[in-house]
């Protein structure tokens, strides 16, 4: 009996380890849908999604969302190990940051959302491979067309850029200038209390500060 126990175990620990693979691999082809679109759309919510390419996306996007959420994006391999140990050594520990775009990709995908609590660290042990394992099977290119199509952008169910884009400046996403999509990538990450069509002193100040970031940031990795 103990012996068919740990014959399970070792299966189950299987499919945990090969079911991100499996899903990575077809992402490549396949726009995903994150977990929170997953779960509004089995609860009867709006998901207003609609896939673009990132050859569709204004340029201004990409280099504001790494600007204001991982500078490093074409340098590391998914995890900016720099940052995540001067994290841990904060006393306010995973809440206060350190997700790479990878890494966020990887808890829209594979995991829950929600940074309070013991589970923050927990979630965070988590991403760390997954990050790493879809960096290693994704450019940098697609990395980032993901991240641009499984985001929340806005208060009702808007899911990636394009949703986003015509929510709040009615027009689509490549159309997006520097300061619009800064504006956009302001709200992040949390699109509810923040409004990118009608911008607070606080979304207008951060975005004017990813604007002027945004100019020299590095996406050379985007081709």
Same mark, same amino acid.
């Given at each position: 009996?103990?012996?068919?126990?740990?014959?399970?175990?070792?299966?189950?620990?299987?499919?945990?380890?090969?079911?991100?693979?499996?899903?990575?691999?077809?992402?490549?082809?396949?726009?995903?849908?994150?977990?929170?679109?997953?779960?509004?759309?089995?609860?009867?919510?709006?998901?207003?999604?609609?896939?673009?390419?990132?050859?569709?996306?204004?340029?201004?996007?990409?280099?504001?969302?790494?600007?204001?959420?991982?500078?490093?994006?074409?340098?590391?391999?998914?995890?900016?190990?720099?940052?995540?140990?001067?994290?841990?050594?904060?006393?306010?520990?995973?809440?206060?940051?350190?997700?790479?775009?990878?890494?966020?990709?990887?808890?829209?995908?594979?995991?829950?959302?929600?940074?309070?609590?013991?589970?923050?660290?927990?979630?965070?042990?988590?991403?760390?491979?997954?990050?790493?394992?879809?960096?290693?099977?994704?450019?940098?290119?697609?990395?980032?067309?993901?991240?641009?199509?499984?985001?929340?952008?806005?208060?009702?169910?808007?899911?990636?850029?394009?949703? $986003?884009? @015509? &929510?709040?400046?009615?027009?689509?996403?490549? %159309?997006?200038?520097? !300061?619009? +999509?800064?504006? =956009?990538?302001?709200?992040?990450?949390?699109?509810?209390?923040?409004?990118?069509?009608?911008?607070?002193? $606080?979304? @207008? &100040?951060?975005?004017?500060?990813?604007?002027? %970031?945004?100019?020299? !940031?590095? +996406?050379?990795? =985007?081709?």
């Amino acid at each position: 009996m103990i012996s068919r126990l740990l014959r399970r175990t070792r299966l189950v620990i299987a499919i945990l380890v090969a079911a991100p693979v499996i899903f990575a691999l077809v992402y490549t082809v396949v726009t995903p849908v994150s977990t929170l679109m997953a779960w509004r759309k089995l609860t009867g919510e709006r998901v207003d999604r609609v896939a673009v390419s990132l050859a569709d996306v204004s340029r201004a996007v990409p280099r504001a969302l790494i600007a204001s959420e991982d500078a490093r994006f074409c340098e590391h391999w998914g995890v900016d190990w720099r940052e995540l140990q001067a994290v841990m050594q904060d006393e306010d520990g995973p809440s206060r940051g350190a997700s790479t775009l990878s890494m966020q990709v990887a808890r829209n995908l594979f995991l829950w959302q929600g940074d309070s609590g013991p589970t923050a660290y927990l979630r965070k042990g988590l991403e760390i491979p997954l990050a790493l394992v879809i960096d290693l099977i994704w450019s940098k290119r697609r990395m980032m067309e993901v991240y641009l199509n499984i985001a929340e952008w806005g208060p009702n169910g808007e899911f990636g850029i394009e949703a $986003g884009s @015509r &929510r709040a400046f009615n027009k689509p996403a490549a %159309r997006l200038s520097p !300061a619009e +999509a800064a504006l =956009l990538v302001s709200v992040l990450p949390n699109p509810i209390e923040r409004d990118a069509r009608q911008p607070g002193p $606080g979304v @207008r &100040r951060k975005a004017a500060i990813i604007t002027r %970031r945004a100019a020299v !940031a590095t +996406a050379d990795c =985007l081709g």
